[in-house]
């Protein structure tokens, strides 16, 4: 008698190479962003979008866009912190979706809109509050450099650190952009946030499943 766990394990395995063969159609990707918008509106309610004044290049402020990610008036609790205690407060304001959406970083994709208006790059230095700027451009001198490039929707300390990293080793990663802001830099960052995306997306579909 054939084994029928491993006939029905190479059937499956067959059956997944055919589907991962299958093309993708350019639907899909407006499909996707329905199911994030909807989530979004069923877990946590409207508004959907977050929108907020940060500060670009030249020092223009200019309304950025994210899919919302904390209740309602989280920013006014929020306001007076900065650094790794807004971090930890941050925490607990986080909706039932925004949490998996701020660590998969899905909640930056309305930042495109922003992109393609100008307002920021794809990569450079993350933005930031205008009340935050001021304060730490006093206390990091470099700080005013970041007004050199446009922010972006990921930078070199996104990728390399996480949320916690203080400010100034923050700007460091930032001024390392600003100075070279090569191609080969760019593309680098580019890919290197798609694979830690992918990674936390898919550590986040695990996880929920466990």
Known sequence: ?????????????????????????PRDVTLRALDVLLAVLVTSGTPILYR??????????????????????????????????LVQRTQEEFTPIGKWLKATQLDEIPQFVNVLRGD????????????????????LPSYWQRLVVRPGLTGLAQVRRGYETSMGEKLAHDLEWIADRSVRLYLHTVVATGWRVLKQSLGGLLGRRA
């Not at 920021?120 to 451009?137: C, D, K, T």
């Open 120 to 139: 920021m790059s794809l990569v450079g230095p993350r933005p930031i509050r205008p009340v935050f700027f001021e304060e730490l451009a006093h206390e």
């Open 52 to 85: 907020g004044e940060r500060v670009g290049r030249g020092a223009r402020v200019f309304t950025m866009y994210k899919f919302r990610t904390l209740r309602r008036g989280a920013e006014r609790r929020l306001g007076a912190y900065l650094g790794e205690e």
């Open 1 to 25: 008698m054939p084994d029928s766990t491993r006939l029905e394990d190479t059937l499956v395995r067959g059956y997944r190479q055919l589907a991962l063969d299958t093309p993708a159609r």
